[in-house]
């Protein structure tokens, strides 16, 4: 699946930072609601 190698569990933090850089470039949409979700997930 991923290219990425997994270094723990997504945090808000991290996915704030993954939506920010999509809004930007316009790129990887679907990640960003992806990480949103995993850190909310993560979060509970």
């Known amino acids: 699946m991923g290219k990425g190698k997994g270094k723990g569990k997504m ?9 920010s850089h999509a809004d930007r470039s ?3 949409q679907g990640f960003r609601a992806r990480a949103q979700r995993a850190a909310a997930k993560n979060k509970k």
């Not at 945090?11 to 939506?19: D, E, G, P, V």
Request: net charge positive; aromatic share 0%; glycine share 8%.
């Open 11 to 19: 945090t808000s933090k991290a996915a704030s930072r993954i939506q």
């Open 26 to 28: 316009g790129k990887n």
